[in-house]
């Protein structure tokens, strides 16, 4: 009997053992799936958002929600219809040609000053009549005062009424109805909860700008309500815009403030404004705008110099508060865009990381960073075609790097090309100057160079210690006589 019922004893024990067995290897497995669904998590967002981490780091925002931001890579690329938005023209109606640049603004009541006509005339003042034929101003009146809007209104019509008939302006309002909610949202970066709401406003009016804007044109330009343009600015953004053909491009930057001077293809406005809507209350505009560039691949900033669009305002629209940024990179005058005609570039100089010879030779921001030159180092241009020089321009070292220039260095131009595609070279130079300063600069190089000219190269004439930043080199071509 003790026999037995120790055996039974036994027996409940180890039925016991295999229930607690079985949970726990239950909850082993549990938590192993778990594990794998956030290392999966992981891996994923760090796919999507490894290219973009650099961008995150430059501008000090925090990630956006991992899981909305996957969601919102793998389907950003079907927002591709427009919000059902009804809205109300204030003033003039859109026409029914496209026109190739479209200028949108938004603008809401300040507190203190208000820079809108000023901007306004400023696009249009700044604009040759060949210009204007090819652009289309909106202007969103996002306030939600009415009284404020219709005083807008009539001031805009009465000072800018032949180009509201010539449909050049358009002035617009989305009724409040359409809005998302914007009381009680998330305090992201600890903001204040009316700088939350105002910022969150923001981005909802500019979706609704966007929206409006997607079928006006080939292309669209985002400017803030407090801005003035360089001299035919447009001119400026059409060769820029040719010389990058061939290339995959999201947003082309002519400005370094915020959101002002960012350019989209416009068949990407319906994305970027859908986007701009599911983030609206996450974090600033210009933010944003760096994480739509990301997503849809391109990696690094397409920034031009010189700048096109200054920052004008003294007063913010969020609370009158002061706001004195400028761009140390605008001029007035921005007609002058060199043409650097294509070109193959070589170098002999020790060449520092990924700052390579073409980076010198591009318009947008970047330069070639090569370590200290010795007598003889070349950094040479090859033209595809012999070309007309009018002026040269070359700067070397930069603002944080005043001590990286070419401090002994000469510029000369080449014809007699010999050799293979890869390897083509000039026989003969032309000397036209010596460096100054770590620049060179000269005009009228048509009357000083009787030959056609096929390279033109930097020559180091005398060692130094210091390493060498080209930061920019210009050239701009004059038609030959037989053209």
């Not at 204030?90 to 200028?103: F, M």
């Not at 007598?375 to 321009?393: A, H, M, N, Q, R």
């Not at 080449?414 to 460096?435: A, D, H, M, N, P």
């Not at 390493?467 to 004059?478: A, D, E, M, V």
Request: proline letters at 3%; glycine letters at 6%.
């Amino acid at each position: 009997l003790y026999v037995f019922l120790h055996m039974k004893l036994t027996l409940k024990y180890l039925d016991k053992m295999r229930c607690l067995r079985k949970r726990s290897a239950v909850s082993f497995l549990g938590v192993l799936v778990i594990c794998l669904l956030f290392m999966n998590l992981y891996i994923e967002d760090g796919y999507v958002l490894e290219g973009d981490k650099q961008l995150i780091r430059e501008t000090a925002t925090h990630q956006l929600n991992s899981e909305r931001y996957v969601h919102t890579f793998k389907d950003l690329s079907n927002f591709s219809g427009s919000i059902n938005v009804s809205y109300r023209y204030l003033a003039g109606t859109p026409l029914p040609r496209k026109r190739y640049l479209t200028i949108g603004l938004s603008s809401v009541k300040r507190k203190k000053g208000n820079y809108l006509l000023e901007t306004i005339k400023s696009i249009f003042e700044q604009s040759s009549y060949e210009e204007l034929k090819e652009i289309t101003v909106v202007v969103h009146l996002a306030d939600f005062d009415s009284s404020w809007c219709e005083g807008m209104v009539q001031d805009i019509s009465q000072k800018f009424a032949h180009h509201i008939i010539a449909g050049r302006l358009m002035v617009i309002h989305a009724p409040e109805e359409y809005y998302p909610v914007l009381d009680g949202l998330k305090r992201n970066y600890n903001d204040p909860e009316d700088r939350v709401k105002f910022r969150s406003k923001q981005n909802v009016d500019y979706a609704f700008l966007l929206n409006f804007c997607a079928n006006l044109s080939d292309y669209y330009v985002m400017l803030e309500d407090d801005v003035r343009c360089s001299k035919n600015f447009l001119t400026a953004v059409k060769k820029v815009i040719t010389s990058r053909e061939g290339s995959y491009w999201v947003t082309l930057e002519f400005s370094k403030l915020g959101y002002i001077g960012k350019l989209y293809h416009s068949h990407d406005l319906p994305r970027l404004a859908h986007f701009l809507l599911m983030f609206y209350q996450e974090m600033p505009c210009d933010w944003l705008l760096i994480h739509f560039r990301g997503l849809l691949a391109q990696k690094d900033v397409i920034r031009f110099k010189p700048s096109l669009f200054q920052h004008m305002g003294y007063y913010s629209s969020y609370k009158g508060a002061e706001n004195k940024l400028k761009d140390d990179d605008f001029e007035e005058d921005s007609f002058d865009i060199p043409d650097n005609p294509p070109a193959n570039l070589h170098t002999n100089m020790n060449v520092f990381e990924n700052y390579e010879a073409s980076k010198a030779y591009s318009s947008i921001d970047e330069y070639f960073w090569g370590k200290a030159p010795s007598t003889g180092d070349l950094y040479v241009i090859v033209f595809e075609k012999p070309i007309k020089i009018s002026k040269i321009k070359v700067i070397t070292g930069t603002e944080d790097r005043q001590n990286d220039i070419l401090h002994h260095g000469a510029l000369e131009v080449g014809e007699k090309i010999v050799g293979s595609k890869k390897g083509r070279q000039c026989t003969t130079y032309l000397r036209l100057g010596e460096f100054k300063n770590g620049n060179f600069e000269m005009t009228d190089v048509e009357h000083k160079v009787l030959f056609d000219i096929n390279c033109m190269r930097i020559l180091v004439t005398k060692s130094q210690k210091e390493w060498l930043i080209i930061r920019s080199i210009s050239i701009w071509t004059s038609q030959p006589p037989n053209q």
